[in-house]
């Protein structure tokens, strides 16, 4: 291997092992190029605000389930639409 083989070796195993260490301490870069370090406790709020968000959603889909699947409820809720529509001419 020639000196500048070596060199060129050197340069993509330094950066291959600074993409690691930037990965493992969780720097990253935004869309402006600008580096950017995890904030763990923003993170963990982020998380949390989510799934309050997703145990919302799932109760609002287990409503829409019985509604959908219950079929006297169902007629009853057409009843009360058509009531709503007023008499037609």
Same mark, same amino acid.
């Given at each position: 291997?020639?000196?500048?083989? %070596? ?9 291959? %092992? ?12 935004? +869309? ?7 904030? #763990?406790?923003?993170?963990?709020? =982020? ?18 389930e +019985?509604?959908?699947?219950?079929n006297?409820g169902?007629?009853?809720? #057409?009843? =009360? ?9």
């Amino acid at each position: 291997m020639s000196g500048g083989q %070596f060199m060129v070796v050197m340069i993509v195993a330094i950066v291959m %092992f600074s993409s690691i260490i930037k990965a493992k301490m969780g720097i990253r870069r935004d +869309r402006h190029g600008d580096y950017n370090i995890r904030d #763990d406790a923003a993170v963990s709020a =982020e998380n949390h605000r989510l799934k309050g968000e997703i145990a919302d959603l799932r109760e609002r889909i287990q409503v829409l389930e +019985r509604v959908v699947t219950d079929n006297e409820g169902s007629l009853r809720l #057409d009843r =009360e639409i058509e009531k709503l529509r007023g008499p037609r001419n």
